[in-house]
C-alpha cells in the first residue's frame, strides 16, 4: 500500500529551531581569531590590548581599536603557555603558540544529545501507539492486505476438486483480461461473486487463484476488518476500500467472512442503527454507484448465506452465486495430488484407496492428512511415505489420537472388545451397511476405549428407510452385545445412543418416514446447510404431536435394537473368538473378521 506523508507544523519548526542554533555555534566560533601566543606578548609589549579574561589553559581578549595593527578591535584567543617556557623561547628567538582544543563539537554535541533522545523517545512511542492503534488520520483507512500481479502466484493447477466452480469464474477471467469482448455486445459482467460452501472447501484459494489468472491486484481482507469500536469508521473504510480499488482497476476485492459484516439488519441486535449497519449500507451505496466497466470484481465467501442481508443478495449486487461444496472421490483425488507434490511417497500408494477412506472430507482435511502422514513417516525414518502411514493418519483424524499408555483394567477392556464387535457383525450381518475396514481396542482422543471405523465404497447423497434403520441397528450393536454375553449393561454406549436418536427423530420429524406422524415436516428453527451448529428440538407442533413424535422415536431405537440382539444371538460363537483375537492383537481388520463369520457360517 502506498505511504501518504502528512505535512505537519512541528517538522518546519523543530527544523528552524535546529538551523538556528547551528548558526550561534558557528557564528561565534568563526568570529573570534586565534592566534599564537608569542603575538599575544608582542600585542602586550606594545600596549595594543584592552582587556584579557584570563582560565586555567586559554586567554582570550580584545585589541584596542585606536591600533595602526590590521585587525584592529577583533576579538582573539590563545592558549596560555607556562611564563617561564616563554621567557626560555623569547631569549633564542624561537615563535611559539600554543594548540587550542576546539569546544566546537562539544558544544554541539551538548546541545544535539537531549534533542535527539528526546525525538529518538517520542518516535519510539508513537511508531509503537499507532502499531496497537491507528493513529487518528489513518482510522478511515482500509485494512486490505493488497496483493499485486507479481505477488500472486496461485493458479487453478493449485486448485482441484471443484471444477464446476473453476468452470463458473472463469467468464470473471475473460472480463478482466478482454473487457472488450463483453462491452461490446452490451454485457455487463457481474458487479459481485459469492462463494458460498462449508468450511476448508478452498473458496480463499479460488479466490486468489481468479486474481492469479487474470494477473491482476488483488485486495483481500476479512469482514470483521471493516467493524470497529468507533461509530462511523466501518463505512469511511469501505469508502476507502473503493477508491482505491477503481485507481488500480482493473482489480480484485475479495471479503472473506462476508456473514461478518453483512448479517440482515435488524438479526440477532437489540435494535438501532448500530455501526454494523451503517457499514453496510455503506457497502450496499457503492455496489450501487460503481461501474462495472472500470474493472473492479467485489468477491466474498461465507459459510453462512441463511443469515445474509437480502439487499446484499439481489441482483445488481451479488448477482451470482457459486458453491464450493465438498469434493467427490474424484476431487478427492485431485485434491490429493495436489498436496502430493511437495511429498516424497512410494510408487506403490494408491491415491484412489486413500479417496475412497476419505468421504466427506474437504480440502483442509486432505492437506492435514498428507501433513500428518508425512509427520508419522518421519518419525519412523523412513525415507518415503508410504500407504501404512495414509491408514494411519486416517484414523488419527477420524477417531484421535492413540493412547497406548492409557491403563485399562482387564474387566473394561473386555467389555470394550465385545461392545466393539457387536458393532462388526452387526454391521457385516445387514446388507446395504459400509464395510468393516477395522475394529480395535486401542483408546484413541478424549474418551473413545475403541473404535470401529466402516469405510463407504462410494460416496452417498441419498439414504433409504432400510439403510437408516439399519444404521441405527448397528450403532446398538455394541449395546445389545453387552448384555447378551454379561447380562448387564455400561455407559460406553452414550455416544451410540446419541446418534441413532437422532437419525430416529430426523426420520419421523424431517423425513417424513413415520407411519403414524405422515409426511409432514417439523422442522427446528432454520439452520445453516454448511455448518453443523447442533440441533434443538424446537418447532411448531402440539403437544400431542410431540408425545406421538417421541413415541415414534422410542419405538424405532427399541425396534432396532431387537434386530441387533436377534443377530448377535444367532452368531454368539463368532462374538466370543472374535473377541479373543481382538484382546490378543488389540486390532483387527476387516476382513479377518469376514472370514471368521464365513468359517463358522460353513
Known sequence: MEKHHKFSIWYTLLGIWLVLILHNLLFSALAIRTIPYSEFLQLLKENNVTEVAITANQIQGKIKSNSATPGQGELFRTVRVDPELSKLLEEYNVTFKGEIESTFFKNLFSWLLPIIVFVGIWYFLMKRMTSQQPGFMMLGKNKAKIYMQDELDVTFEDVAGVDESKQELMEVIDFLKEPEKFTGLGGKMPKGVLLVGPPGTGKTLLAKAVAGESQVPFFSLSGSEFVEMFVGLGAARV???????????????????????????????????????????????????????????????????????????????????????????????????????????????????????????????????????????????????????????????????????????????????????????????????????????????????????????????????????????????????????????????HNDLSKATDIARSMVKEYGMSSEVGQVYFAPEKKSPFLDLGRRNGGEYSEATAEIIDKEVKEIISNQYSRALEILRANKDIIEKGAALLLEKEKIEGEELRALMDKFSS
Do not use: W
Request: glycine fraction near 8%; hydrophobic fraction near 40%; charged fraction near 30%.
Open 239 to 493: 469508502r476507502d476500500l473503493f477508491i482505491q480499488a477503481k485507481q488500480k482497476a482493473p482489480c480484485i476485492i475479495f471479503i472473506d467472512e462476508l456473514d461478518a459484516l453483512g448479517k440482515a439488519r435488524g438479526f440477532g441486535t437489540m435494535g438501532g442503527h448500530d455501526e454494523r449497519e451503517q457499514t453496510l449500507n455503506q457497502l450496499l451505496v457503492e455496489m450501487d454507484g460503481f461501474d462495472p466497466k472500470v474493472g473492479v470484481i467485489l468477491m466474498a465467501a461465507t459459510n453462512r448465506p441463511e443469515i445474509l442481508d437480502p439487499a446484499l443478495l439481489r441482483p445488481g449486487r451479488f448477482d451470482r452465486q457459486i458453491l464450493v461444496d465438498r469434493p467427490d472421490k474424484q476431487g478427492r483425488e485431485e485434491i490429493l495430488k495436489v498436496h502430493l507434490r511437495n511429498i516424497k511417497y512410494e510408487e506403490t500408494l494408491d491415491i484412489s484407496q486413500i479417496a475412497a477412506m476419505t468421504p466427506g472430507m474437504v480440502g483442509a482435511d486432505l492437506a492435514n492428512l498428507v501433513n500428518e502422514a508425512a509427520l508419522l513417516a518421519v518419525r519412523r525414518n523412513k525415507q518415503k511415505v508410504s500407504m501404512a502411514e495414509f491408514e494411519e493418519a486416517v484414523e488419527r483424524i477420524v477417531a484421535g489420537l492413540e493412547k497406548k499408555n492409557r491403563l485399562i483394567n482387564p474387566n473394561e477392556r473386555k467389555i470394550v472388545a465385545y461392545h466393539e464387535l457387536g458393532h462388526a457383525i452387526v454391521a457385516l450381518s445387514l446388507p446395504g451397511t459400509d464395510p468393516v475396514q477395522k475394529i480395535s481396542i486401542i483408546p484413541r482422543g478424549i474418551a473413545a476405549l475403541g473404535y470401529t471405523m466402516q469405510r463407504p465404497t462410494e460416496d452417498r447423497y441419498l439414504m433409504k428407510k432400510t439403510e437408516l434403520l439399519n444404521r441405527i441397528a448397528t450403532l446398538l450393536g455394541g449395546r445389545a452385545s453387552e448384555e447378551i454375553i454379561f447380562q448387564d449393561i455400561s455407559t460406553g454406549a
